[in-house]
């Protein structure tokens, strides 16, 4: 708390006192409701993505206690973290465009459901504070002329210069709005006319998004996710993206939850350029605890398509190891697509129009983003991630085995490794989805109903089944291994440029382990430091665990 009073009077000069006031007045009232403590990051932590309603059982109010109850039967003891995907009532984009922050979506079920939840896992709480839907309190409090939300929403020029303001999206910036009174007002809305974004030049929005953090912090989050945070201080003449005053703002954050909760990690969810995202993590100690490791996905589809490994290796060998207390947020595939922005300046524009091609060829679709100048470039690739590893006509065996050894690579490296419920379940393209609701990245959302999963869990011979017994495998092997801690030592090895190796040390434990996974289509022989030798099939990934006199960690 003491370093807040600094950074408001750089974001609120001449209002920073009474600011404090109202902290200080918010953490003395939440600290009357006990929170849960939480242990440091452990290579048995491994979190599952998932919407509160990817299962249900069709009865209204109950697909949290049916997820609960899946997730208990079938993945305890395994998964010990659950992102559940925002969960509170909505009006679009699948969940974030948020009308209440602090009820639970009736559809899905109440508070005392995410209690139960809480109780057998870790939870993952969304935080879409960046925008809110145009149906919530506070954007019609806006349009009514109350007083208390005059200034919530950033009311803009429409003839300014926005050129320069960076574009995840192709619609116009600005959404016309006409007030009770009947004047037009032209609303910054970057991702939709249905999101309409937070003013946090108005200290009245941050508090309240403190609030909400606090709210969400007492009611079980290990972990908050700061969607889209990136964007939420606007500052014409820039880019509007990673301004200082967004990364103070998210000190501020992590300052007030720390003297609420002190083990509660805010993850940054900002799907841009490496060096960008990295930035969150600030000193380590003052922002973020996680961040997104958005090179990933699309690094690993790169790499299967070209059947080289070499892009990987040297993006990943040049990682900075994470500071204590701090780690990547490992995935491969998620409720977006696969972003394509955090490859500049990694992939050259050749490679990345080929896994553009691909994807296209496995039946994905692109998401674009406007440049200025009207000029548009591909932001995401829509695709559910097993088909995007594999052309259509391929053998079910191939294809599991390709994404059997990425999700190999996945839960190597260093990090938090999270996977989405439609991989775990082997889910294919669901291009009705994306085709009927005219929203791309429906294709790797689709839901089920209890009965339909369990049904094809049990046929042993179905690719979900496969695929989900194949992961589940994988993560007991790797929960307990110590090796696999986030801050256990990483070495990446330049040996064979089909074979992504890996070995990873923990500091305090005997011996070490290696990971190898080739991503071409021939097999390979490889030579390990202290003259390992090993062979690996196409598409073969495995583990191999040494103890310290026959593979010295430091060669």
Request: aromatic share 10%.
């Amino acid at each position: 708390m003491n370093t807040i009073k600094a950074r408001l009077d750089l974001l609120y000069p001449g209002k920073a006192d009474a600011v404090f006031a109202a902290i200080t007045a918010l953490v003395e009232k939440w600290k009357a409701v006990p929170v849960k403590k939480y242990p440091s990051l452990s290579e048995k932590d491994v979190a599952l993505i998932t919407y509160g309603d990817s299962l249900h059982n069709d009865k209204k109010g109950e697909a949290l206690k049916t997820l609960n109850r899946f997730l208990t039967e079938r993945l305890h003891g395994c998964v010990n973290i659950v992102h559940i995907l925002p969960m509170f009532p909505y009006t679009s984009d699948d969940g974030f465009s948020v009308s209440d922050y602090r009820t639970v979506n009736k559809n899905l079920g109440e508070w005392s459901d995410i209690d139960a939840l809480s109780k057998n896992f870790d939870l993952v709480l969304d935080a879409v504070i960046n925008h809110c839907s145009v149906s919530s309190a506070y954007f019609k409090g806006f349009l009514s002329g109350d007083e208390k939300y005059r200034d919530f929403f950033i009311d803009c020029d429409p003839n300014a210069d926005y050129t320069q303001v960076i574009r995840p999206r192709t619609h116009p910036l600005l959404t016309p709005f006409t007030t009770q009174d009947g004047v037009v007002r032209h609303v910054w809305t970057t991702f939709s006319e249905d999101q309409v974004d937070f003013n946090y030049a108005n200290p009245a929005v941050l508090l309240e998004a403190l609030d909400i953090l606090l709210l969400y912090t007492t009611r079980g989050a290990r972990f908050i996710r700061l969607d889209a945070i990136g964007f939420i201080w606007k500052k014409l003449g820039t880019s509007c993206m990673h301004l200082r005053e967004t990364h103070e703002i998210i000190k501020i954050m992590r300052s007030v939850l720390n003297a609420i909760s002190p083990n509660c990690a805010l993850i940054t969810e900002t799907n841009v350029a490496h060096k960008d995202n990295i930035a969150y993590f600030g000193n380590g100690k003052d922002e973020a605890s996680l961040v997104y490791q958005f090179p990933l996905p699309p690094l690993v589809l790169y790499s299967f398509i070209a059947g080289n490994a070499e892009k990987l290796t040297h993006w990943a060998a040049n990682l900075d190891q994470c500071e204590k207390g701090t780690a990547y947020f490992n995935f491969l595939a998620s409720h977006d697509g696969i972003g394509v922005r955090p490859v500049e300046g990694i992939l050259n524009d050749r490679e990345k129009k080929l896994m553009v091609d691909t994807v296209i060829r496995r039946g994905g679709k692109i998401s674009y983003r406007s440049l200025p100048g009207g000029i548009q470039e591909p932001y995401e690739l829509n695709i559910s991630y097993i088909d995007a590893l594999s052309d259509n006509d391929e053998d079910d065996a191939i294809r599991l085995k390709r994404f059997a050894a990425a999700h190999v690579l996945l839960l190597s490296l260093s990090g938090l490794p999270a996977i989405y419920y439609n991989s775990i379940l082997g889910t294919r393209n669901d291009l009705h989805g994306a085709e009927t609701s005219g929203i791309n990245r429906r294709i790797n959302r689709k839901k089920f109903s209890y009965t339909e999963i369990e049904k094809a869990l049990n046929d042993g011979g179905s690719l979900p089944s496969k695929t989900f017994f194949t992961l589940k495998a994988l993560i007991e092997k790797r929960v307990r291994c110590p090796h696999f801690a986030p801050d256990a030592s990483q070495k990446v090895l330049a040996i064979d440029p089909r074979v992504f190796v890996l070995k990873r040390k923990a500091e305090e434990e005997k011996g070490c382990v290696y990971a190898l996974i080739n991503v071409s289509g021939e097999s390979c022989a490889l030579t390990l430091p202290g003259g390992i030798r090993e062979r690996l099939d196409p598409f073969e990934a495995k583990w191999l665990f040494r103890d310290l006199e026959s593979a010295p960690f430091d060669e």
